[in-house]
């Protein structure tokens, strides 16, 4: 099995989830680190045993050590910083949200193109086993048809008010930052096209949703209900609802290692799925299954499901009124 070598951009919180996640990925090798700062790069490397050490983006992207970036820096910057890895021939694994919009998505999408390089989202929780044993139950017509998805990521960093989530350019807001999980959860689950949108938001200080409700209309006319909040605790679980019963996750919606299948008139049947790892080791398995094959994208986290989720944002956020400054359209 060929060895597939990563390298990070940005020394920062994820990438230390990341960085453990590949060193515990069989047939990974983490092979480089670069941070904007030498010094930031060091110690990130002597923590996780990193050889290579890089204080600039640039120098890694034109390093030939490499066979796949994980991009994780602020949302804002994975366009650019995607596309200067993928300019240089290097697959991408970038953070989510993919970009702040449509367009900065399609800017990536053709460098990828134009490169011939793997590119996929880090929708992680979409290849965890939870995830795909519970999209197999629902599948498999237990609960009946689908009528509507529920589900709340709500978090509070009021204490981090510099925060680069706050900031609108780098693509803050609570919608971007976790409202992506309850989106692609819905859409792994009510999968006809989305008819009619309704939002509101709270909108704080710095012009970005600190809170969202959304609910989305499917021609079926299934219905899902999703909240995100970045100043606000909730209760994590989700809820799938069928005509002939429904999922409720005991942890996290959109990577559950516990959930609970109720059909009316039964008994309740609990599932337990663990990660192989922390959980991203799974998306890092499929990266390199596909980089081995010579796959440009992955069949479970498509370039064209990232496209969809983008563009629901955009809508979102133009019916709440959110603005970033790489809105240009
Ligand atoms: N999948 C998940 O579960 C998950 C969880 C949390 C976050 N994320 C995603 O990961 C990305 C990074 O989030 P994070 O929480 O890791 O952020 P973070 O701790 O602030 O780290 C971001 C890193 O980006 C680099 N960076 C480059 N330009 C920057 C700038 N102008 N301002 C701030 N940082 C800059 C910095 O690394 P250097 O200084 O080393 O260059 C920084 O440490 C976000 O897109 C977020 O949505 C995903």
């Not at 050889?51 to 066979?67: K, L, Q």
């Not at 965890?128 to 044993?133: D, S």
């Not at 498509?302 to 955009?314: F, N, W």
Request: glycine share 10%; hydrophobic share 40%.
């Amino acid at each position: 099995m060929r060895t597939i070598r990563w390298g990070i951009v940005g020394a920062g919180g994820i990438a230390e989830r990341f960085a453990q996640a590949c060193k515990n990925t069989p047939g990974a090798e983490l092979t480089a680190i670069a941070s904007r700062s030498q010094e930031k790069a060091d110690t990130f490397a002597d923590r996780f045993g990193i050889e290579n050490r890089f204080g600039s983006y640039e120098d890694m992207a034109r390093w030939d050590g490499i066979d796949a970036a994980y991009i994780a820096t602020p949302h804002g910057l994975h366009a650019p910083n995607g596309i200067l890895m993928m300019n240089c021939g290097k697959a991408v694994l970038t953070e989510k949200p993919a970009a702040v919009n449509s367009s900065e998505l399609k800017k990536m999408l053709k460098s990828a193109a134009e490169n011939k390089v793997f590119f996929m989202e880090a929708m992680w929780a979409r290849v965890t086993p939870g995830t795909i044993k519970l999209l197999e139950i629902v599948e498999s017509g237990v609960i009946g048809r689908v009528k509507g998805t529920q589900a709340s990521f709500c978090y509070d960093m009021s204490d981090e008010p510099d925060h680069h989530a706050f900031k609108p350019e780098y693509g803050g807001g609570s919608l971007l930052d976790v409202g992506c999980y309850g989106l692609s959860f819905a859409s792994w689950l009510t999968k006809a096209p989305v008819e009619s949108i309704s939002a509101e938001a709270e909108i704080g200080a710095t012009g970005v949703d600190v809170h969202c409700c959304v609910l989305l209309k499917h021609e079926d006319g299934a219905i899902d209900s999703i909240t995100s909040a970045m100043l606000l605790e909730k209760p994590g679980e989700g809820y799938v609802f069928g005509e002939k019963g429904y999922i409720k996750t005991v942890d996290r919606f959109y990577a559950p290692q516990e959930f609970e299948v109720h059909v009316f008139g039964e008994e309740p049947k609990t599932y337990k799925c663990p990660f192989y790892g922390n959980g991203f080791e799974e998306q890092i398995m499929e990266s390199n299954r596909c980089i081995r094959e010579g796959k440009l994208q992955s069949d479970l986290i498509p370039h064209s499901q990232s496209v969809k989720i983008m563009k629901l944002m955009d809508d979102i956020r133009k019916i709440v009124g959110v603005r970033y400054p790489q809105d240009i359209d």
